[in-house]
Every structure is written in structure tokens, then in C-alpha cells.
């Protein structure tokens, strides 16, 4: 063999190791959040089927050193792996990794485009034939359920906790939030804690829920106010398919 051809066959073997190596690492950083998530089912599981405002694995709650860096180690990872999911080229592939390994529970015909950012999967229920649109953020933390053939438009961010603002220590607070079906939450919105969408309603671009959305109205501004009423003879359900790249 000449230089040139040792050369060559030297970087193919080095390019398919650091491809092993990144399928190794990202199979670790799988394992990592299955085995965290699997402890906090079974805690979550034992509290009474309510949701747990103030986790008991956080940062903040570990009494050493060390559990605080692997509680580090693991949020790291959490949200590496979330930005990672979220950008596969695959909407088939991405909706199979939500379901086994951030375990949301996922209906059928549900659409997920690109971009989504979850916190606490296992909280988060997705009814049949919703569509969640390009970069929303999804904050299972405090119990998040979705209804059925509901519209999620892009940049959606919908929050169970939120910090205390007269806590001595800032600490978070918050509650569940249910929409229910066929409610379309329009793009660059704001659902804040202890908020229900109601079935039907519509919550206008840009605007910020801080409040119950009643059933087939319509809300817009900061904080959202009712501005409309929506025909109630609604009986559309989306088919969940999207474009096979996204």
C-alpha cells in the first residue's frame, strides 16, 4: 500500500470510531435519563396520583455535594438529548423516542414538528390528532394533559412552575394545565400555571393566558381578555400527517 492509500484508509478509521463512539455516548446519556426518569415515576407514582410541585430530585434538594453533581449531570443530559430528539429529520422517529424514552404519553395521529422542548415527559399527556407546531416549549413539571384534534401553532410555551417573585428564596411554585379539545393555541402564546383551556377556544397570537380560557371563546392581549365567540359546532379532527421530512 502507498502513503497516500494508509493515509486514507487511517481517516476512514478514525471517522466510523468517532461515529461508534457518538452512537455509545448518546446510548449512555439514554440510559442516564431512563433510570433517573424510572426513580420519579415511582416517587411520583406514591404521592397520590397529584402532581409534585416541588421535585424531590433537584439540585437545590440534594443534601451533598455529590448528588448535587450527578442531579448536574443529569439535567445536562435531559436537555442535551431533548435538542437532539427534537431536530431529528424524522417526525416518526422523534414521536417514537417522546413515547419510550421521555415516556410522554402520545395518542394516535398526533402530529410533532421540529424543535419541541419538554421538561418532565412523563407528566405530559397528548390526546389523539393534536398537532404541536415548530419550537414549543412544554413544561410537564406540574402535569400538563392535552384534549383531542387541539392546535398547538409554532413557538407555543405552555408552563406548569414559575418562580414565587416574594419567595425569600425564589423558590418555584405552580399547578397543572389541561386544554381540552379542539382548542387552538395560536403562535408566540404564553399559557401560564393553573390554567384551563377550554374546549374550543382560541387564544390569539402573541397573547399571555394568566387565566381559565372558557369554553369556544376567543382571548387575545396581555393578559388575555375575551375578545370573540367561536362557532361551537365544531366536528374537525386532524389526520396527524404532516410532511414525511418533518
Given at each position: 500500500?502507498?502513503?497516500?492509500?494508509?493515509?486514507?484508509?487511517?481517516?476512514?478509521?478514525?471517522?466510523a470510531s468517532l461515529?461508534?463512539?457518538?452512537?455509545?455516548?448518546?446510548?449512555?446519556?439514554?440510559?442516564?435519563?431512563?433510570?433517573?426518569?424510572?426513580?420519579?415515576?415511582?416517587?411520583?407514582?406514591?404521592?397520590?396520583?397529584?402532581?409534585?410541585?416541588?421535585?424531590?430530585?433537584?439540585?437545590?434538594?440534594?443534601?451533598?455535594?455529590?448528588?448535587?453533581?450527578?442531579?448536574r449531570y443529569y439535567?445536562?443530559?435531559?436537555?442535551?438529548?431533548?435538542?437532539?430528539?427534537?431536530?431529528?429529520?424524522?417526525?416518526?422517529?422523534?414521536?417514537?423516542?417522546?413515547?419510550?424514552?421521555?415516556?410522554?404519553?402520545?395518542?394516535?395521529?398526533?402530529?410533532?414538528?421540529?424543535?419541541?422542548?419538554?421538561?418532565?415527559?412523563?407528566?405530559?399527556?397528548?390526546?389523539?390528532?393534536?398537532?404541536?407546531?415548530?419550537?414549543?416549549?412544554?413544561?410537564?413539571?406540574?402535569?400538563?394533559?392535552?384534549?383531542?384534534?387541539?392546535?398547538?401553532?409554532?413557538?407555543?410555551?405552555?408552563?406548569?412552575?414559575?418562580?414565587?417573585?416574594?419567595?425569600?428564596?425564589?423558590?418555584?411554585?405552580?399547578?397543572?394545565?389541561?386544554?381540552?379539545?379542539?382548542?387552538?393555541?395560536?403562535?408566540?402564546?404564553?399559557?401560564?400555571?393553573?390554567?384551563?383551556?377550554?374546549?374550543?377556544?382560541?387564544?390569539?397570537?402573541?397573547?399571555?393566558?394568566?387565566?381559565?380560557?372558557?369554553?369556544?371563546?376567543?382571548?387575545?392581549?396581555?393578559?388575555?381578555?375575551?375578545?370573540?365567540?367561536?362557532?361551537?359546532?365544531?366536528?374537525?379532527?386532524?389526520?396527524?400527517?404532516?410532511?414525511?421530512?418533518?
Amino acid at each position: 500500500m502507498s502513503a497516500i492509500d494508509i493515509f486514507v484508509f487511517a481517516i476512514a478509521v478514525l471517522i466510523a470510531s468517532l461515529i461508534v463512539l457518538k452512537i455509545l455516548v448518546y446510548f449512555l446519556f439514554a440510559l442516564t435519563i431512563l433510570f433517573f426518569d424510572c426513580i420519579k415515576i415511582r416517587r411520583y407514582k406514591k404521592s397520590n396520583g397529584e402532581a409534585e410541585i416541588n421535585e424531590k430530585l433537584t439540585v437545590e434538594n440534594c443534601s451533598s455535594k455529590i448528588k448535587k453533581l450527578i442531579m448536574r449531570y443529569y439535567n445536562g443530559v435531559y436537555k442535551f438529548m431533548v435538542k437532539k430528539v427534537a431536530h431529528i429529520p424524522s417526525h416518526s422517529i422523534r414521536k417514537f423516542l417522546y413515547r419510550h424514552l421521555f415516556r410522554v404519553k402520545i395518542g394516535k395521529r398526533v402530529t410533532i414538528y421540529h424543535g419541541l422542548e419538554i421538561r418532565c415527559g412523563f407528566k405530559i399527556s397528548i390526546g389523539e390528532g393534536t398537532i404541536i407546531g415548530d419550537n414549543c416549549i412544554l413544561d410537564g413539571r406540574g402535569g400538563l394533559e392535552f384534549g383531542k384534534n387541539i392546535n398547538l401553532s409554532s413557538d407555543v410555551c405552555i408552563w406548569t412552575m414559575q418562580h414565587s417573585i416574594n419567595d425569600e428564596d425564589f423558590c418555584g411554585s405552580g399547578g397543572k394545565v389541561i386544554v381540552k379539545d379542539r382548542a387552538w393555541i395560536s403562535s408566540n402564546t404564553t399559557v401560564l400555571p393553573n390554567v384551563c383551556v377550554g374546549e374550543g377556544a382560541v387564544l390569539a397570537s402573541g397573547a399571555v393566558a394568566t387565566k381559565n380560557l372558557e369554553d369556544y371563546k376567543v382571548y387575545g392581549g396581555i393578559p388575555a381578555k375575551e375578545i370573540g365567540v367561536r362557532n361551537s359546532n365544531l366536528s374537525y379532527e386532524f389526520d396527524g400527517k404532516p410532511c414525511w421530512y418533518l
